[in-house]
T-cell receptor, first 111, second 114 residues
Framework: QQQVKQSPQSLIVQKGGISIINCAYENTAFDYFPWYQQFPGKGPALLIAIRPDVSEKKEGRFTISFNKSAKQFSLHIMDSQPGDSATYFCAASGNTGKLIFGQGTTLQVKP | DGGITQSPKYLFRKEGQNVTLSCEQNLNHDAMYWYRQDPGQGLRLIYYSQIVNDFQKGDIAEGYSVSREKKESFPLTVTSAQKNPTAFYLC?????????????FGDGTRLSIL
């Protein structure tokens, strides 16, 4: 019940396209859902986060969509750029504050 | 600039040896965390500390130990009891005090077996 399942494992998108990464969770006590971006040899950096009282949050080209009833949330990267090529992790946490991470998605944006 | 500094960047361990990974932060954060990252498995929590002189086991604490004597520092020791230590180790910190604050990560230490 503590798992967060992330898909796809890898994704190739053309420059200017939309990248979509999906995550599903089981624990209904989760109430914080961040997305992290990680470049090779670096630590993850917080990209955007959402709480379940809203269904969508947008920051620049990055949007989180949240479906509480389906226990799913997704990251959409609009107008994807080669500089967006990285590994993306979704995560979830509840009242323990402990983040449970998805397995990661490696995104490649082709010029 | 405030941030988290992990050292060394690369570390090699011999059989039966304990090694210590350093993590220092100047963000004035109360909470600190250690994660292990393996290919295709995301990040898994080893230990975390919400306040100085206190820490709790995460999901994969066996074979690891930590200390939290200063707010700024949270070193991780990989003991000889950890039979598969090869991984990328990440330290993080957050404001703490309230749950679900953003965690800020260092740039990791890559540990390999000689």
């Amino acid at each position: 019940q503590q798992q967060v399942k992330q898909s796809p494992q890898s994704l190739i998108v053309q420059k200017g396209g939309i990248s979509i990464i999906n995550c599903a969770y089981e624990n209904t006590a989760f109430d914080y859902f961040p997305w992290y971006q990680q470049f090779p040899g670096k630590g993850p950096a917080l990209l955007i986060a959402i709480r379940p009282d809203v269904s969508e949050k947008k920051e620049g080209r990055f949007t989180i969509s949240f479906n509480k009833s389906a226990k799913q949330f997704s990251l959409h990267i609009m107008d994807s750029q080669p500089g967006d090529s990285a590994t993306y992790f979704c995560a979830a946490s509840g009242n323990t504050g402990k983040l449970i991470f998805g397995q990661g998605t490696t995104l490649q944006v082709k010029p | 600039d405030g941030g988290i500094t992990q050292s060394p960047k690369y570390l090699f361990r011999k059989e039966g040896q304990n090694v210590t990974l350093s993590c220092e932060q100047n963000l004035n954060h109360d909470a600190m965390y250690w994660y292990r990252q393996d290919p295709g498995q995301g990040l898994r929590l080893i230990y975390y500390s919400q306040i100085v002189n206190d820490f709790q086991k995460g999901d994969i604490a066996e074979g690891y130990s930590v200390s939290r004597e200063k707010k700024e520092s949270f070193p991780l020791t990989v003991t000889s009891a950890q039979k598969n230590p090869t991984a990328f180790y990440l330290c993080a910190s957050s404001i703490g005090g309230v749950f679900n604050q953003p965690q800020h990560f260092g740039d990791g230490t890559r540990l390999s077996i000689l």
